[in-house]
């Protein structure tokens, strides 16, 4: 019925178990309102801020100079 493989009920990207932004492999259901659950949730979230924010300072400090960079020097 199924494929057979070494994925086999890992699931995750490519059967590696991998699900969330980070590899995190803690699976909480929306309806889980246990402490750990929700700060995983929150933890998850920050560092996807963090992430992002890094990227937009990255790319805000390799863009901006080039921009504004007076042409003719």
């Keep these: 019925m199924g494929k057979s493989g070494s994925s086999s009920g890992n699931g995750g990207i490519g059967g590696s178990g991998i699900f969330g932004f980070f590899g995190t492999t803690i699976q909480c259901p929306a309806s889980d309102t246990s402490y ?5 949730k929150i933890f998850n979230v ?3 801020v963090c992430f992002l924010l890094f990227i937009l300072y990255t790319a805000y400090n390799y863009i901006m100079p080039n921009y504004f960079r007076k042409k003719g020097r």
């Design 36 to 40: 750990y659950c929700n700060f995983i």
């Design 46 to 48: 920050f560092m996807i």
